[in-house]
């Protein structure tokens, strides 16, 4: 199964994608954690990318859409599935991606939004950046997070229209608890047996 999880940084996106993962088996493709291991690799890309990324900006397509199609095609992604969590993030991004399924024969099943209230999303971000204050992640702090949320706005939720004319998108509320999003989630999915 093949799924795409959206919804701004900060709505527990990454966290539910585990959650998929180690419930159903899929493996979860976050391309915050690939940029964030080629910046702890100090590779060349990675060294690009820390600027972008501390900034709350994102890395360019190209550098992005390279990374993230590459390990989509790799047998291990391709026998169990996989669950993208922070890709796309712009319509260039959801079309390349389309290009490379359509060429590969690969099938998206689910496409869900993770729709949280933004007032919220700041209250949470304001939390997260206080629990990470020890710099556990490079690009932590709330100016960027809320940076990021307006990246979001303008430059992710474009997509959601892109996929939702198409009649692909699933939308839960994700300003439930964790446990609640979760059986939402499992709930989209046919809540498959273990
Ligand atoms: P995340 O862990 O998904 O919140 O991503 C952390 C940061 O990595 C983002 O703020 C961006 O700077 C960068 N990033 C992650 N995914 C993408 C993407 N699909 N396109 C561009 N930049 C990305």
């Known amino acids: 199964m093949n799924i795409i999880l959206m919804g701004p940084p900060g709505c527990g996106k990454g966290t539910q994608a585990r959650r998929l993962q180690d419930k ?13 291991a080629a910046v702890d690799a100090g590779t060349e890309m990675g060294l690009k990318a820390r600027t972008v990324m501390d900034r709350g900006d994102l890395v360019p397509d190209d550098v992005v859409v390279g990374i993230v199609l590459d390990r989509i095609q790799d047998i291990d992604v391709q026998t169990r599935g996989f669950i993208l969590d922070g890709f796309p993030r712009t319509v ?77 998108l699933d939308t839960i509320d994700g ?20």
């Open 24 to 36: 159903f088996g899929m493996i979860q493709l976050s391309t915050g954690d690939m940029l964030r």
């Open 92 to 168: 260039v991004q959801a079309q390349k991606l389309d290009e490379v399924l359509i060429e590969k024969q690969i099938g998206i099943n689910y496409i869900i939004e993770m729709k949280v209230d933004e007032a919220t999303l700041f209250e949470r971000i304001e939390k997260r950046a206080a629990e990470m204050a020890d710099g556990a992640r490079v690009d932590d702090n709330t100016e960027t997070l809320k940076k990021r949320i307006v990246v979001y706005r303008e430059q992710t939720a474009p997509i959601l229209p892109y996929y939702a004319r198409a009649g692909r």
């Open 175 to 194: 300003m439930a608890s964790i446990n609640d999003v979760t059986m939402q989630l499992e709930a989209v999915l046919g809540n498959p047996a273990t």
